[in-house]
């Protein structure tokens, strides 16, 4: 069988960031896929080694809209661990609070837009509607929609005041009925099933040894989280469960989400209701020379920082690993053997959110020939008249 | 006034290009289609395909890889074609300005009708400019404001 | 397997790779190694210990380039930095690509990005620069200078 290309990107409407993905497909069958990224680095890590240690927090904020709390949560968690102090109690629960709260918006922000590669555009809109709420409790706590700039070296920059929890309480109780219908609309829904069960399964040992992490690995059995096993923040203060499901296809990682989100919920009424009077930050002379590791769980997975000082106030090397790093090469375990109608729910299952929807060119292996427009519609209507006739048949 | 401009600016769809962004200004342009804020009442929709776009929505810290590919797509756009600059990053380039990898800022690329500023801008900022862009068309062409 | 063991196990099956542990805090240990032992013991840290590799991150010194393997025992919350010192002279290293797909990617970053060889790496192209990126201007490296003419720096105002 003839093996034809099918270029998904770089640019595609509704999605994040531009990314090329180069899907080898016989026939209908996915053989092989190739990867380019590099649309979007901007060499922050250099840029880091030229901003002084308070400003390095809001320049890792700008790494990922999304995840605007992971980045500055796990680079303040390695230059603590650099200069040996840690934050006072009442800055780990309201790291915590934000932490949990960007969680929350970002799972109903996938699952919307898994809902929207599917065709299921009520999903998309009911899950938006919804996070626009989340966003309002984030807009009472920091005062920012996105990109929160809370997190510094010590602790917090701003507290949580005692007037706003009641309102904040209230909305997060408000969340969770619509959060169930949600839940029902989508997990019990059979087109959704029919979708998603047995659709690009990683296996337990190829999670392990791509180093898959978050969602993505606890899918396929792997139980690990960071919150759990390496407790930062107020985790191991808090009462949760960690959510592991055993499958690896895409409709785990869709229960996976849902599920974190109520227990993200939890843990939000937890910290507002134990939240502890005190300081919100430590006083930190100097950073002295050394180096630090922090990590922590975000979203979509586990978010790596490593900081090097040489005892001036800007860091030597700041090394950034996110999520998204580890878990994009398992494209080559999910997505072939699938069907190329499959890719693209396939592709959004890990969270980077990618659809294939315009912009498509066939071209045959050997590069030779371009199949034109024209082209196309003669095979389509070849394959409508064959059609025809086996329905006449029949 | 032609009736080219008229039909233009009744419905203006437009197509979203991130260039190096962080993503928060291409979830709050999505966030401009959902139920709270609905930008389709102004007869804006987010089309799929360059082609059919009437204006580029550009995000992000033009890198060096996308330089080439942003010309090439205003280069596809039909005309009349109009140009948004959305967040701090397409305008000046932000915090990016010294990085490596971001030589350019958008206006040296391609020419860019409005500017909306913020990190990332509220999805109210961003129908607001749009409107303006709707406005200062209809001024130049003697139609009515919005 | 309890931390103290565990580096101890390590100690014992490896006297002559490791040149020195260094315990930073309960959560974290950096051990320099040679820099021919990196495939062995990352292979018994993947295989035996069942740690999960995080990233590799190059770091420019002065003198030698360093390269730290982060991996990470999650059942004893713990963190084990390997750390590579290489001469600028001959950045070579082993790839690890033959013990974890993991490996991959951090590797084509660090080559890119550093200037350093990772011999029988599979394929080891650019990950993230741009095809029109001169060749040997390895931008993470501190002797970087401005190689373009034409970038602007001022936000003409």
Sequence with gaps: MPRTIVPIGPYHPLQEEPEFFILTVEGETVVDIDLQIG???????????????????????????????????????????????????????????????????????????????LGYNTIFMWAWKLREEILDVMEILSGNRNNYAMFKVGGVWRDIQAQDIPQVLKKIESIIPTLEKLKKAVIDDPVLHARTKGIGILSKEAAIDYGAVGPTARASGVDRDIRKNCPYGAYDQIDWDMIVTQNGDVFDKVVIRINEMFESIKIIQQCLARLPQGPIDCVIKDIPPGEGIGHIEAPRGECFHYVRSDGTNRPVRHKIRAPTFMNLPTFKETVIGGTISDAAIVLAAIDPCYC?????????????????????????????AQIKTQMGQS | MGILDDAFLKSLWVFHLATGSCNNCDIEILDCLTPRHDIERFGMLLTGSIKHADVLLVTGAVNRQCIPRIKRLYEQMPQPRLVVAIGECALSRGVFIHSYNCPLPLDHVIPVDVYIPGCPPRPEAIIAGLVKLIDQRKAQTGQAKV | MKRQELLQTLRERFPDEILGVFEKSPKRVYIQIQPDAIVRLAQYLFKEIRARFNIASGVDGRNQMEILYHFTVEDIDLV???????????????????????????????????????????????????EDWPEGVHPLRKDYQEWDPNAIRDRGV
């Design chain 1, 39 to 117: 649309y979007n680095h901007r060499g922050i890590e250099k840029l880091s080694e030229r901003k002084t240690y308070d400003q390095v927090t809001f320049v890792v904020e700008r790494v990922c809209g999304i995840c605007s709390t992971s980045h500055p949560f796990a680079y303040t968690q390695a230059v603590e661990d650099l200069i040996s102090v840690e934050a006072p109690p009442r800055a780990k629960f309201i790291r915590t609070i934000i932490a949990e709260g960007e969680r929350l918006h970002s799972h109903l922000l996938w699952l919307g837009l898994a809902g929207h590669f």
């Design chain 1, 356 to 384: 294939c929807t315009e912009r498509m060119a066939v071209r045959n292996r050997k590069g030779q020939t371009l199949w034109t427009g024209e082209d196309l519609i003669r095979l389509s209507q070849e394959k409508t």
């Design chain 3, 80 to 130: 084990i930095s390997l750390r590579v010192t290489l001469p600028k002279t001959k950045l070579e290293i082993a790839s690890l690509t033959s013990v974890f797909t993991a490996a991959h990617w951090i590797e084509r970053e660090i080559h890119e990005l550093l200037g350093i060889n990772f011999v029988g790496h599979p394929k080891l192209e650019r990950l993230l620069l741009p």
